[in-house]
Each structure stands twice: as structure tokens, then as C-alpha cells.
């Protein structure tokens, strides 16, 4: 008896090489330190703006993040086309340095936070912190919390695209004005 082509057999191993297909075309984000970014800046004749995500061990929400945003594959083509991607621990323990200063690990409580990650969310440590600096390190703007896609990839646009230059955010988002 010859079985049916359209056996649930051959249906569930076709939607297994579909998925592993699928899965190759992913983008993935290629995460630089930061002073991989900055010396891109510095060196690449045309650089990218900088995108920094704060982070900490022990954050759930930062890793929600890394998992429902940053491997979201129209928000990682999107970010790994037009920014350098930085990851930077919050309570990391080495110096970095910084438009010609050293910024260092501070011990408080029982774990302690990096001045520069403090420089970066404006005194206000709250994880996750996603910070954007145009193609010169300059800030453009901290925008604490954890982001979904969607919302996201609309904050990294009116950046990457510099939407920035012409409207404010609120125009951009179509939000009422204050």
C-alpha cells in the first residue's frame, strides 16, 4: 500500500527544514566591545552611529531583551547595518575610556556600577538602558526599559535615519505636543 505524500511524517520534516532554513537567512548581531566601536568611529571613512546596550548579570528584563528584541531578525539587520553595537555591564570592572577620559569600576552596596555606564543613563542606573550616540560618540539620547521590536526599531530609525535633525520625537511618534 503506498502511503500518502502528505503524511504527517513528511509534513512535520518538511516544517523542520523549512524552520532550519529559515533559521540560516536569520540576521545575527554582531556585538562589539567598546573600544572596537570607538575606533571604528575614529578610523572608517564613513562610520556608523553607536548603539550601547547597558546591561547587568543578574537583569531578566536585559535578557528578554537580548532575546525578544535583539534577536528579532528586521531589528538586527536593521541595527547591524547602521549602528556599531555595543554590550556594556553596568557593573563591569574594566576602565574605558572616553572622549580623553578614564572612566572606572566605583565599589558601592554590595556590587558596585561603572562610571561610565552612569555617565551614559545620566546618574539614573536602570537596566536595561539602550543609549545612542551619533557617528562622533556624541549623545543623542538614553531611553531606559526594556523595548519590545516593534516600538524599538522605531526609537533606532529616528536616530539611524536622522529623523532626529528635522522633527522632535513627539512629531516623529505622533504623540501630542507638551
Known sequence: MKRPFFSSTNIILGLAF??????????????????????????????????????????????????DTFQNPEVAAYMSENYYMVKLDGEGKEPIVYKGKTYKFVPSGRKGYHEFAATLMQGRLSYPTTIFLDEELNMLSPVPGYQKPKPFLNIARYFGDDIYLEKDWNTYAGKPGK
Not at 532550519?20 to 566591545?33: I, M, N, P, S
Request: net charge negative; hydrophobic share 40%.
Open 18 to 67: 523549512l524552520l532550519g532554513t529559515l533559521q540560516g537567512f536569520a540576521q545575527e548581531v554582531k556585538w562589539l566591545t567598546w573600544d572596537e566601536a570607538a575606533n571604528l568611529s575614529a578610523t572608517v571613512e564613513n562610520p556608523k552611529k553607536v548603539f550601547i546596550d547597558v546591561y547587568t548579570d543578574w537583569c531578566g528584563w536585559c535578557k528578554k531583551m537580548d532575546k
